[in-house]
């Protein structure tokens, strides 16, 4: 999977639209100059944009690869995704769309920035169910916090 220092070096290099978006899709790996992504990422950006969310692939169109396992039993497929995750409301999209592929296994690094200086920098790795994701993304929410001192003050 991706480490921290490969994301900061693909954010360097990524399209103008992902520094606009709410959630950023960023290659598995890279093949020189072409981000390799999993197949099933397509289905998750349709989703999370099916939501409302603004989500972008890293990569300009002609700079993306794709990679796919098939196999008969789709539970026990493992879907790397790498994805930053810029706001409160597209981590919550994110939670919905991998809980309603409850029988899928995923395995999610997440990173989010805010700086400029409320600083955080958060970099989360998970595997599991959809439903297993679902549940660690609402534990480890970066914008926990922030949600129950809004909720305190009502």
């Known amino acids: 999977m991706i480490s921290p220092k490969a994301i900061d070096e693909s954010l360097t290099h990524s399209s103008a639209d992902a520094h606009k978006s709410d959630i950023v899709f960023l290659p598995i790996r890279m093949d020189g100059p072409i981000g390799i992504y999993t197949e099933q990422a397509i289905d ?88 297993d994701i679902a549940s660690s993304l609402e534990r480890l929410d970066p914008w926990r916090e922030l949600k129950s001192g809004i909720n305190s003050d009502e």
């Not at 999209?93 to 600083?119: C, E, P, Q």
């Open 44 to 131: 998750l950006m349709k989703d999370l944009k099916g939501q409302g969310v603004d989500a972008s692939w890293s990569t300009a169109k002609e700079s993306r690869g794709w990679y796919g396992e098939r196999t008969g039993i789709v539970e026990l497929v493992v879907i790397p995704l790498v994805v930053g995750v810029a706001s409160s409301a597209a981590w919550d999209a994110l939670k919905k769309v991998v809980r309603m592929r409850k029988n899928s296994t995923f395995k999610i690094k997440a990173y989010t920035r805010t700086h400029a200086d409320g600083s955080r920098d958060a970099y989360i790795e998970v595997e599991g169910t959809g439903s």
